[in-house]
């Protein structure tokens, strides 16, 4: 005799519809990261945070970080999908003769409004170049080129060199100290982590804008 069939209790699916699966659940995601606080400070007019990423930005060899310098960094992958994601940039390993501001940082639209508010001032009534702050963007990019330089040509770099360009932006992107010792010993310098360490330190105690730097979530 042909036995019959049960039911499985729980699988009868409702009617009336199809079920949703998972991802039509799920909200969707931005794709873009948020800004972090250091952008933040350069997009509401503060001078110093809008240096300080022309000095990271900044390069003679406009491809800085690679994806396979952060995977031979040794560094976790959560952080190293983070970082691919804010530091996308063309594949250009030419050389050039002045020091070059990423383009795709440079493109940005915040970034090209912020360079416009700070590249004028009032006098007289009228709008003229603002020479003092020329001046600041010029030594703010010749610094960053120069670390890259040396970085490239596997030149000597000191920690404090290193920390004073790269500092603030990797930590607004939530990096520990020792993350950015492996991105750093990853760009081949020699830094042993004590002196790097105090490199860190005494640059957090004089500069003002660190002190808000680790206030940024990691992304």
């Not at 799920?26 to 000095?55: C, H, I, K, Y």
Request: charged fraction near 30%; hydrophobic fraction near 40%.
């Amino acid at each position: 005799m042909e036995r019959k069939r049960k039911t499985p209790v729980g699988r009868i699916r409702p009617t009336g519809g199809k079920r949703k699966g998972v991802a039509e659940i799920r909200p969707q995601r931005s794709l873009e990261p948020a800004p972090d606080l250091l952008t933040v400070q350069a997009m509401e007019g503060n001078e110093a945070a809008f240096l300080a990423l022309v000095r990271f930005h900044s390069t003679f060899n406009p491809v800085p970080l690679t994806p396979e310098l952060l995977l031979v960094s040794g560094i976790d992958i959560v952080t190293r999908e983070r970082l691919s994601g804010r530091l996308k940039r063309k594949e250009d390993r030419l050389l050039r003769p002045f020091p070059s501001i990423n383009m795709v940082f440079w493109g940005e639209e915040w970034v090209q409004k912020t360079l416009d508010r700070f590249l004028w001032k009032k006098r007289g009534g009228k709008k003229v170049p603002n020479e003092a702050f020329l001046r600041k963007l010029w030594e703010a990019s010749s610094e960053g080129a120069m670390l890259q330089l040396r970085i490239y040509r596997k030149a000597a770099v000191t920690p404090s060199a290193w920390v004073r360009v790269k500092y603030l932006h990797f930590a607004n992107l939530g990096l520990k100290d020792i993350q950015m010792l492996k991105i750093a010993r990853a760009e081949g310098c020699k830094f042993e982590e004590p002196e790097f360490l105090a490199a860190v330190r005494r640059f957090t105690r004089l500069n003002p804008l660190s002190g808000s730097s680790r206030k940024a979530p990691p992304r």
